[in-house]
Every structure is written in C-alpha cells, then in structure tokens.
C-alpha cells in the first residue's frame, strides 16, 4: 500500500491523522539452516520487505490495532493487556504490550495502522517484524528507551510466552538489530554478534515462495530435534562437547562410526553447515559473492540430502534458479517442507530470472511462486509524519 493510502485509511479508521511511521523488517537467513539449536551461528539480515507501523498518540487508556488487509479495529485495554491471548489478531501486539508494561514502560494509549510488506505465512519473519515494529512505537510512545537487543527480547518473549508460538531468538533479533548492507553472525544462544558486510555489487538477493500449503511442519521439526539430541549422546560417550557444533568436520569424521542411519545423516549435516556459515563469512569478508553462491548451493543439497527438509516444491524452485545464467547460487532458508529460496542474482538478469523460474515452476508444479527482488536494509526505522 502506497504512504498516501495508508495514510487515508488510518484517518478513516480513526478520524485524525497519523503522527509517526514506526518500521520493522523481515528477515532471510543467509546460511546456517537448522543449527541454531545444535549450537550453532545463524547469519540472518534484515529486508526492504517491512511491517510499516503508522501510529498516532489518542489521548485514552485504549491501544487500537488495525491492519491494511484486516481494517477491523481491534482495542487493547491497558489496563487488562493480559487478557487477549485468544485474539486471532491482535495478540502479538497484545504480547508485546503486556511484556512492555511487566519491564515497567507506562503504556500510552495509542492508535496504530499496520500494513506490511512482508508476506505471511512465508517464513520472512512477518510475526517478528509486527512485533518488534510495536515494541519500538509503544515504547518510543511511553518515553522508555530501550537498545534494540532489549526490544528483540521483549518481541520473542510475547511469541513465546503470550502467542504461544514456539521460536528462537534469531527472527526478532534480525528484524530490530538489522543494518543496511550488512548481515549478523548471531550466536543464539550468547547473543554475541558480528556485523559482516552484505555487498552484493552488480547482484541482489531474490526470495521465491513456493506457496505450498504448510502442514506438520511442527511435528517434522520436532523429529529432527529429537535426531541430533540422539546424535549428540552417542558422541558425548568419547567427546567432552557440549553441542554438535562444536565438532569441526575432522572431529565428526573421527566419531561418525557411532551413528548411524538417518542420524549420522542429521549430524553431518549441522557440522558442514556450520563451517559453510564460516566459509561464508570469510567469502564476503574478501567480496568472494561467487563463492558465497557456491556455498548456497552446498547448503540447499545438505538440507536435501542430509536433513531431508526441503520437499519437491523447494528443490524444483533452487534448481531451475540454479540453471539461470544469471544466477551464481540458491537455497532454501527457514524449517523447510515450504516456504521460501533465496537467489543470488545478477540485478540486469533479474526480470528475465523470475519470468523463466515462474513459467517453469508453473508447468512442473501446477501454481505459482511469488518473487521479490530485496535489499539488505535497516531493520528499525522511526520517522515523523
């Protein structure tokens, strides 16, 4: 929705204008795809595709949501934030309200737009980006400063704790602790972080949706888990390591007789995707985008291969990108099973990628990807009107 749009359905919604424009962004992770509750580091960054908050003060002990494609208004009493858990909208933002006002930030009633570019249901990270793009207008709003690790915190614990949406860290912290250009090697479970220069030169990043319905993700994701926590034990009987990713890919080879089956597989996997995030990292650090391609490649085939999560849908959409001229590299990003790719494409090349990727994936699978050509972006922006 264009500023002009939004700014007129927010003063039909709510009778005066809007005063501020609040953003957090969606997020891609990189490389490193299901390692961070092995141990090891996620290198997400944040996207131009955003959850634009455009906010006003109303004077009342009522905070009121609403949305660009859901204009029903929904109100949060301030002084009951804990009780709209069962909300089917709204309850992110009640979270995050409730987990503001706990920290001790004196909630200011407050009406808010939310129209977001960050398409649902897609494993960018729209949940995150609504939420750290309230905790930043509701706190801004109370005079509370908080930095933005406290912020991605306060969001992924109204995830957790009050949506009752299982989730790392890894999203909230991509959206409000993104920089322009760069990506963030994370350790999830330290929140130590790095900043590692995202210049992609002549290239750019397009993410696909395969658009595949999601069904038992949950209960597949789980299974893995359960695999690498067995993997871990029968390791730990002659490795003093507290997590896979600890093992370099020697120390794995040396202890891989213990495992067997679809387990060494899952094992394998986390340790050679957790030296490809080093790899990566060192490819960028010397502009080596060929290499970083190359890597992506290597990252999609252990996630086939190896942990068996990517599904048809996925391997149809990295492998025809993978065929394209202009496309140095592609992989899955998220839990898998559906979901989204990510291309490393030549921006002179990216209108001809999408038209060939779309028609193909279209005749082998029988509906349509979505694509977004993106840039690397700050992931908190705050902005008067």
Not at 121 to 150: H, N, P, R, W
Request: net charge negative; aromatic share 8%; charged share 25%.
């Amino acid at each position: 929705m264009e500023r002009n749009e939004a700014i007129g359905l927010f003063e039909s919604l709510y009778r005066a204008a809007p005063q501020d424009l609040f953003t957090a962004a969606g997020r891609i992770n990189v490389i490193g795809e299901h390692v961070d509750y092995c141990g090891g580091k996620v290198f997400p960054a944040a996207l131009n595709l955003r959850c634009n908050v455009y906010a006003r003060k109303n004077g009342e002990n009522v905070i009121r949501v609403a949305a660009s494609d859901f204009k029903q208004v929904v109100e949060l009493d301030i002084d009951k934030i804990g009780e709209y858990k069962s909300l089917k909208w709204g309850n992110y933002q009640a979270g995050v309200a409730y987990f503001l006002q706990e920290s001790g930030t004196p909630l200011v009633g407050c009406d808010l737009l939310y129209d977001c570019t960050v398409p649902f249901g897609s494993g960018l990270s729209s949940s995150a980006a609504i939420e750290v793009s309230t905790a930043v207008a509701l706190s801004e709003y109370a005079g509370v400063k908080y930095d933005k690790v406290q912020l991605a915190l306060i969001s992924q614990r109204a995830e957790n704790k009050y949506a009752g949406v299982n989730c790392g860290i890894m999203d909230q912290f991509a959206s409000a602790m993104g920089k322009k250009d760069h990506a963030i090697l994370l350790d999830c479970a330290t929140l130590d972080y790095e900043y590692v220069p995202l210049r992609l030169g002549d290239y750019c990043i397009v993410v696909a949706n395969c658009n595949k319905p999601h069904n038992l993700v949950e209960s597949k994701y789980n299974v893995r888990r359960h695999e690498v926590e067995v993997a871990l034990k029968k390791i730990q009987e002659v490795k003093k390591i507290n997590a896979l990713a600890e093992l370099s890919v020697e120390d794995f080879n040396e202890v891989k007789y213990l495992l067997s089956g679809v387990v060494a597989k899952r094992a394998e996997h986390v340790v050679t995707e957790c030296a490809r995030v080093t790899e990566a990292v060192d490819a960028l650090k010397r502009g080596d985008i060929a290499e970083l391609g190359r890597l992506l490649n290597e990252s999609h085939y252990s996630l086939r291969d190896l942990y068996e999560v990517t599904g048809k849908e996925l391997d149809m959409l990295s492998a025809l990108a993978r065929k394209e001229a202009g496309c140095l590299g592609s992989r899955m990003i998220g839990a898998g099973f559906g979901g989204c790719t990510i291309s490393i494409v030549k921006k002179s090349a990216v209108e001809g990628f999408i038209r060939h990727v779309d028609k193909a994936y279209f005749d082998a699978i029988g509906y349509r990807a979505s694509f977004y050509e993106t840039s690397i972006e700050d992931g908190i922006t705050v902005s008067k009107l």
